[in-house]
T-cell receptor
Framework: TQLLEQSPQFLSIQEGENLTVYCNSS?????LQWYRQEPGEGPVLLVT?????EVKKLKRLTFQFGDARKDSSLHITAAQPGDTGLYLC????????????FGKGTHLIIQP | AAGVIQSPRHLIKEKRETATLKCYPI?????VYWYQQGPGQDPQFLIS???????DKGSIPDRFSAQQFSDYHSELNMSSLELGDSALYFC??????????????FGPGTRLLVL
């Protein structure tokens, strides 16, 4: 069974601060996706990373895939209250229609 | 842009009843996935279908079954419902791309409450 360890589980910081969320595994993933989920709604895709060492930027969000494709990070610069939410990392180990393995999620609160 | 459609959005059933959840994938997506998310839990993969054939199987109980139809929509059939089946059920869809590195796009979910 593949596991994705996501940390921290909870994070509350002040507006304007920077933060990093980590997603680690002992297994290799063919791709890794980051989602944001609001209560009672479906996960919304933020980014997919597929190449070891890949870095993708989405405005103030920077996503990195580890060289060995076993870990990933999400860095938010100058966090804003609108960034508040649940962030989930999810990986696929094989190809085809394999189901995603999700991390437990990071509950992020940005205080004004 | 069109998204994944799920129906119903909310469903209340009693123990031992049956339920059918429907999923309509994004147009031109041929793969659908079903996930179950309990309160405070991360989504757990149940089952997936590609071109109407079961592709991958996760932690789907034997009481549940699913299928994908010729128009690519999918239905999750749940029988002998138990209290523990109360959860959010998500459907996701993806296009089949070369290399198999599909990105999954999630629907809004069906909230099932079993009383």
């Amino acid at each position: 069974t593949q596991l994705l360890e996501q940390s921290p589980q909870f994070l509350s910081i002040q507006e304007g601060e920077n933060l990093t969320v980590y997603c680690n595994s002992s297994s290799v993933f063919s791709s890794l996706q980051w989602y944001r989920q609001e209560p009672g709604e479906g996960p919304v895709l933020l980014v997919t990373v597929v190449t070891g060492g890949e870095v993708k930027k989405l405005k103030r969000l920077t996503f990195q895939f580890g060289d060995a494709r076993k870990d990933s990070s999400l860095h938010i610069t100058a966090a804003q209250p609108g960034d508040t939410g649940l962030y989930l990392c999810a990986g696929v180990s094989g190809g085809g229609a394999d189901g995603l393995t999700f991390g437990k999620g990071t509950h992020l609160i940005i205080q004004p | 842009a069109a998204g994944v459609i799920q129906s119903p959005r909310h469903l209340i059933k009693e123990k031992r009843e049956t339920a059918t959840l429907k999923c309509y994938p994004i147009p031109r997506h041929d793969t659908v996935y079903w996930y179950q998310q309990g309160p405070g839990q991360d989504p757990q993969f149940l089952i997936s279908f590609y071109e109407k054939m079961q592709s991958d199987k996760g932690s789907i109980p034997d009481r549940f079954s699913a299928q994908q139809f010729s128009d690519y929509h999918s239905e999750l059939n749940m029988s002998s419902l138990e209290l523990g089946d109360s959860a959010l059920y998500f459907c996701a869809s993806s296009p089949r791309l070369a290399g198999g590195l599909e990105t999954q796009y999630f629907g809004p979910g069906t909230r099932l409450l079993v009383l």
